[in-house]
């Protein structure tokens, strides 16, 4: 989830203000329309692990909130499976803890591994396609002692952890995410202290072989199966971020997955709030889902694109001060990813993030979910549905926005997502949008799916 990119982000806002390889697997196919969560974020009764043990220690300091129970996903995931479906949702993103099923070496927890078949087995009872992700920043602490991804170890211990987690969902036409947003996991690694700046290549060399390995393992085990490792997108920073793990394993990606969330241009210096941890004042930009978009297609071309996070925060559940909506952002997104597929780009999905709200690293306090929770407030953790549970639920239905919808927020001037082409040549807002494809569609097709 977005938090270390606008660190990135905000500085290209101050600095510029003034002024691939062919996918080695099978296209899904139809569309797929998703939502998203992360264990640590959302399950609650956390295990042992570095982020676990970062908060702990910290919390009540430096604005960090006292963990609590995050949304209790772990036992509520029947209800938010049944909101996804209500939805029209076709694929549901979650991560499978490693703290929470090995606690010590060796040692496999039956009971928590017996709660992750039967989420799977809901999510496929209710017509979705299960998106796993492996690594969502979280791994157990007896990881964290042996010295984390900087130590080779744990690329050993890893692969472990995979092949017992894949084996135990092969032939469930899984789409396997390695590691979440690896950038952004190497900045959470120095906050953490479990990193320091003189093992990063260390860090990165084991994460690259940790994942490229993986996907060997997987297509062994899960013959078909599509595997990703989805990047954050930083505006201006993406070509220098993608070298550090991107660049060295796109010969083992059957698809791209993308997150984006906030954009940069020459009127738009919002993005610098970011920095400040006030992710609900940053003026959202969708139009620089087309430009992520763009510059992933042309960096990567023949690699099929998913956009696996994309969402809005808002203040602790307040309007947000601009006046954008929820629903309306999402309508803006869409609107913008079918402007993408018109032009050539091969989008295969799109995640809303998150199904609900939860505990974004550190905070209750900025709210992405499509049902809204009050953590800090509400015992009964409540699942209220905000204006964009319909909108979504519409949009699925539909494909995507009609024929005659009106962006609520144009395009900014001169956007730096993608410097000069999204500045010299941005999306025309007039131009062809091309159908993604309904739920109805996807059902039908569940059997060529993976």
Known sequence: MPRTRLAFLALAVVLLAPFGLPSAGAEPAPFHWGVATSGYQAEGSAPDSNWSRYIAANAGTGGIDPYGNGVDFRHRYREDIRLAAGMGVNTFRFSLEWARVQPRPGVWDRRELAYYDDLVRRIRAAGMTPMITLSHFVYPGWVRDNGGFAARRTVTDFLAFTEQIVRRYRGEHVLWVTFNEP???????????????????????????????????????????????????????????????????????????????????????????????????????????????????????????????????????????????????????????QRAKADGMNVIGYNYWSITDNYEWGSYRPRFGLYT??????????????????????????????????????????????????????????????????????????????
Request: charged letters at 20%; proline letters at 7%.
């Open 183 to 337: 950038t952004v996991f190497l900045g959470d690694e120095l906050k953490l202290g479990t990193l320091d700046l003189g093992r990063i290549p260390a860090w990165r060399a084991n994460l690259v072989a940790a994942h490229r390995q993986a996907y060997d393992l997987i297509h062994r085990i899960d013959p078909g199966a599509l595997v990703t490792s989805n990047q954050s997108f930083t505006s201006v920073f993406n070509p220098a971020t993608d070298l550090l793990v991107l660049d060295a394993i796109k010969d083992k990606l059957d698809y791209l997955g993308i997150d984006y969330y906030y954009g940069a241009s020459l009127d738009n210096l919002s993005a610098i709030n970011g920095a400040f941890g006030k992710l609900w004042d940053i003026r959202l930009e969708p139009e620089g889902i087309y430009d992520a978009l763009r510059y992933y297609a042309n960096r990567y071309p023949g690699l099929p694109l998913y956009i696996v996070e994309n969402g809005m925060p808002t203040d602790n559940g307040l309007p947000r001060a601009d006046g954008y909506t929820r629903s309306a952002a999402l309508r803006d997104s869409i609107f913008w990813v």
């Open 373 to 450: 929770v009050d953590a800090r407030t509400d015992p009964r953790l409540s699942r209220r549905p905000t204006d964009a549970v319909a909108a979504y639920r519409d949009v699925i239905a539909r494909g995507g926005v009609p024929g005659d919808y009106r962006l609520v927020r144009g395009p900014a001037f001169c956007s730096l997502d993608d410097p000069p082409v999204s500045c010299l040549h941005p999306a025309d807002p007039n131009g062809p949008r091309a159908r993604l494809g309904a739920t109805a569609g996807i059902s039908a097709a569940r059997a060529g799916v993976g």
